[in-house]
């Protein structure tokens, strides 16, 4: 499925040009005070060295030493605080803590977009204690072993334990110290479980001295940036050249296909290691952070107690504006800024009595299925697409991977479900191996943008959708990217939102906020036209308004009549939050200015 197994980050560089608030070129030319990076010695820091050993460094008048120490992120910081270094290369939740205690630090950016992997690990074969964890959901109410209070072991297992619908208060936090002290906890009983970086713990599971029954990702990036802001003041030129000359590296780093093999000889893994993991990182390098991010480290930080539950957080004091820029993305849409669909999925497959084991697709179908009209469009837009047990489909924004897992298991197809949010990405995953369509179905976490120039061209049969091209601010890049991919003859659908009429300004504050949705065509007409201009003959283009009117008014009243069952099963704070999205979208429909369409567009045969 991928000629190359990587996953590009953005296109934008930190500072393009001056006038954007970049380096001065004239002052870019000649080298002015140096620029000390600390970062830990392992593969995703590879840019750092493609940017001194090419010369990208000089090339941008910038001289900078990236200092390689084997320490944690406790360790960067304090090397900052007490002007060691100028910056540091440091987990995304240990950085955020530190501000909001109150540190002169503000982060500068994000470094790497791809959340971090943390296993599940529980006594191996040889242990007296084996077999006692199973599965994931065999750890409600247990003991998770912790380096430290406050720690990313101790952090991720609340995340864990809030995605899975537990009370985080039931947990029990153990304490072993380091890795060992980890392994041996799990073998001796003393505790259940514990959450290590995936790479770091493999050895371990390869020979057998614990079991991997999991794995959970941080919902968040997992490395930024950060300076104090008096070096900021003092060094701002420098440090925007070094950010730029950077990025240009992490560009390199993913485009060139030789990088895996040679990952893995500077760091010494397994060809296939390190092949895996390029696959699924995202060194980005780029002044964005996200908002939505930051709300999901700030409300795992709460849940650990170590910051307050009731703080208030300025998100906006947690960067430099001259350096980094806050970013609304979907991460910040209502729906995605907690864990609300994984978490009530996962209480609802516990009420159902399926919280774990071998299952079949049709058992998830009561709870997988988020987009309108459930499996009766997937059917529909089968038909018209002329989707067979031979086709080679991609679903962008797969979601929980409901319409891929429908698609695989009764069509037979082959899929490869698409998704950028990663905790939906891992549920969906775990949900189609418990269910063996994982030889037909590949599941990607990423940027579709990102990752379909690397998947092969002209080879798919069907480039599909529901309710994901609104996400998305480059309509005509995936429009192409689409197009490119499929083969002569293959098909696009899209079920999406237009504007229907002159949307107001609280209609479009609401799609902004709630939805994450800033721009929309004006017309079916001109969608058409988008799909026509990136090469694509328009197969049939429905102005399915009326229906969706009625649908979304639908849902509401159901949801609402079954309210006592729903708030007992997911819960009173995650029915209120989903019913007030439900209600929010039926009235856009009932305002008359939103409109939806079903859209086929075939890429022409040649002639």
Same mark, same amino acid.
């Given at each position: 499925?991928?000629?190359?197994?990587?996953?590009?980050?953005?296109?934008?560089?930190?500072?393009?040009?001056?006038?954007?608030?970049?380096?001065?070129?004239?002052? &870019?030319?000649?080298?002015? *005070?140096?620029?000390?990076?600390?970062?830990?010695?392992?593969?995703?820091?590879?840019?750092?060295?493609?940017?001194?050993?090419?010369?990208?460094?000089?090339?941008?008048?910038?001289?900078?030493?990236? %200092?390689?120490?084997?320490?944690?992120?406790?360790?960067?910081?304090?090397?900052?605080?007490?002007?060691?270094?100028?910056?540091?290369?440091?987990?995304?939740?240990?950085?955020?803590?530190?501000?909001?205690?109150?540190?002169?630090?503000?982060?500068?950016?994000?470094?790497?977009?791809?959340?971090?992997?943390?296993?599940?690990?529980?006594?191996?074969?040889?242990?007296?204690?084996?077999?006692?964890?199973?599965?994931?959901?065999?750890? +409600?109410?247990?003991?998770?072993?912790?380096?430290?209070?406050?720690?990313?072991?101790?952090?991720?297992?609340?995340?864990?334990?809030?995605?899975?619908?537990?009370?985080?208060?039931?947990? $029990?936090?153990?304490?072993?110290?380091?890795? $060992?002290?980890?392994?041996?906890?799990?073998?001796?009983?003393?505790?259940?479980?514990?959450?290590?970086?995936?790479?770091?713990?493999?050895?371990?599971?390869?020979?057998?001295?614990?079991?991997?029954?999991? /794995?959970?990702?941080?919902?968040?990036?997992?490395?930024?940036?950060?300076?104090?802001?008096?070096?900021?003041?003092?060094?701002?030129?420098?440090?925007?050249?070094?950010?730029?000359?950077?990025?240009?590296?992490?560009?390199?780093?993913?485009?060139?296909?030789?990088?895996?093999?040679?990952?893995?000889?500077?760091?010494?893994?397994?060809?296939?290691?390190?092949?895996?993991?390029? *696959?699924?990182?995202?060194?980005?390098?780029?002044?964005?952070?996200?908002?939505?991010?930051?709300?999901?480290?700030?409300?795992?930080? $709460?849940?650990?107690?170590?910051?307050?539950?009731?703080?208030?957080?300025?998100?906006?004091?947690?960067?430099?504006?001259?350096?980094?820029?806050?970013?609304?993305?979907?991460?910040?849409?209502?729906?995605?800024?907690?864990? +609300?669909?994984?978490?009530?999925?996962?209480?609802?497959?516990?009420?159902?009595?399926?919280?774990?084991?071998? &299952?079949?697709?049709?058992?998830?179908?009561?709870? /997988? $299925?988020?987009?309108?009209?459930?499996?009766?469009?997937?059917?529909?837009?089968?038909?018209?697409?002329?989707?067979? +047990?031979?086709?080679?489909?991609?679903?962008?924004?797969?979601?929980?991977?409901?319409?891929?897992?429908?698609?695989?298991?009764?069509?037979?197809?082959?899929?490869?479900?698409?998704?950028?949010?990663?905790?939906?990405?891992?549920? *969906?995953?775990?949900?189609?191996?418990?269910?063996?369509?994982?030889?037909? %179905?590949?599941?990607?976490?990423?940027?579709?943008?990102?990752?379909?120039?690397?998947?092969?061209?002209?080879?798919?049969?069907?480039?599909?959708?529901?309710?994901?091209?609104?996400?998305?601010?480059?309509?005509?890049? !995936?429009?192409?990217?689409?197009?490119?991919?499929?083969?002569?003859?293959?098909?696009?659908?899209?079920?999406?939102?237009?504007?229907?009429?002159?949307?107001?300004?609280?209609?479009?504050?609401?799609?902004?906020?709630?939805?994450?949705?800033?721009?929309?065509?004006?017309?079916?007409?001109?969608?058409?036209?988008?799909?026509?201009?990136?090469?694509?003959?328009?197969?049939?283009?429905? /102005?399915?308004?009326?229906?969706?009117?009625?649908?979304?008014?639908?849902?509401?009243?159901?949801?609402?009549?079954?309210?006592?069952?729903?708030?007992?099963?997911?819960?009173?704070?995650?029915?209120?939050? !989903?019913?007030?999205?439900?209600?929010?979208?039926?009235?856009?429909?009932?305002?008359?200015?939103?409109?939806?369409?079903?859209?086929?567009?075939?890429?022409? !045969?040649?002639?």
């Amino acid at each position: 499925l991928l000629s190359t197994m990587s996953v590009l980050g953005s296109v934008g560089l930190f500072y393009l040009d001056h006038d954007n608030g970049g380096p001065d070129p004239k002052r &870019a030319r000649t080298k002015g *005070a140096k620029i000390r990076v600390c970062g830990v010695p392992e593969h995703f820091n590879m840019p750092w060295h493609i940017a001194a050993e090419r010369g990208i460094f000089e090339k941008h008048g910038v001289d900078v030493e990236f %200092i390689e120490e084997a320490c944690g992120t406790g360790a960067m910081i304090s090397k900052v605080e007490n002007d060691e270094v100028d910056v540091c290369v440091a987990l995304t939740e240990g950085l955020v803590l530190k501000i909001i205690e109150g540190s002169d630090m503000r982060l500068l950016g994000t470094y790497v977009a791809s959340p971090l992997c943390w296993a599940v690990s529980a006594a191996g074969p040889k242990s007296p204690h084996a077999g006692k964890i199973k599965s994931i959901a065999d750890l +409600e109410d247990g003991q998770f072993g912790v380096s430290r209070l406050t720690s990313g072991s101790h952090l991720m297992a609340t995340v864990l334990a809030t995605e899975r619908g537990w009370d985080p208060k039931k947990l $029990q936090f153990p304490i072993h110290g380091g890795i $060992q002290g980890l392994l041996d906890g799990v073998n001796d009983g003393s505790s259940d479980a514990f959450l290590w970086e995936t790479f770091t713990t493999k050895p371990y599971h390869d020979s057998g001295e614990v079991t991997r029954v999991g /794995d959970i990702s941080t919902p968040w990036p997992c490395f930024m940036l950060a300076a104090k802001q008096q070096t900021v003041t003092s060094k701002l030129d420098e440090l925007r050249a070094m950010l730029s000359a950077v990025h240009e590296a992490a560009t390199i780093f993913h485009t060139e296909t030789h990088m895996p093999a040679t990952v893995a000889t500077r760091y010494h893994l397994k060809p296939e290691d390190a092949t895996a993991w390029f *696959a699924t990182v995202e060194v980005k390098a780029e002044r964005f952070v996200s908002e939505g991010a930051l709300e999901r480290v700030v409300d795992a930080l $709460q849940s650990t107690g170590a910051i307050a539950a009731d703080a208030a957080v300025d998100f906006s004091n947690l960067i430099d504006p001259r350096v980094a820029e806050l970013k609304r993305d979907i991460r910040s849409m209502k729906l995605y800024n907690k864990p +609300e669909l994984v978490t009530a999925l996962h209480r609802q497959l516990k009420a159902a009595g399926k919280a774990s084991g071998p &299952a079949e697709y049709t058992d998830f179908l009561p709870y /997988d $299925q988020h987009h309108y009209n459930g499996t009766d469009a997937v059917d529909e837009m089968v038909a018209k697409a002329g989707i067979t +047990e031979k086709s080679r489909v991609i679903n962008v924004g797969s979601g929980l991977g409901g319409p891929a897992r429908y698609l695989a298991g009764k069509v037979g197809c082959q899929v490869l479900a698409c998704e950028l949010l990663d905790d939906l990405h891992h549920t *969906a995953k775990e949900m189609t191996d418990r269910c063996s369509l994982g030889e037909k %179905i590949v599941h990607l976490s990423g940027n579709f943008l990102s990752v379909g120039p690397h998947l092969h061209p002209n080879v798919y049969d069907s480039v599909v959708s529901w309710l994901t091209v609104l996400h998305i601010e480059e309509r005509p890049k !995936l429009f192409k990217t689409a197009y490119t991919l499929l083969r002569p003859g293959g098909v696009f659908f899209a079920a999406d939102f237009f504007q229907l009429g002159k949307l107001t300004a609280d209609e479009w504050k609401v799609l902004k906020d709630d939805v994450s949705c800033s721009g929309l065509v004006g017309s079916v007409s001109e969608y058409k036209g988008e799909l026509e201009a990136a090469g694509f003959k328009i197969r049939e283009a429905r /102005d399915v308004t009326p229906a969706w009117k009625g649908y979304t008014a639908k849902r509401v009243e159901t949801f609402t009549a079954d309210e006592e069952n729903l708030k007992a099963v997911m819960g009173v704070e995650i029915y209120t939050s !989903l019913l007030n999205f439900y209600t929010k979208i039926r009235d856009l429909y009932q305002g008359g200015n939103l409109g939806g369409i079903e859209i086929y567009a075939e890429k022409p !045969l040649g002639w």
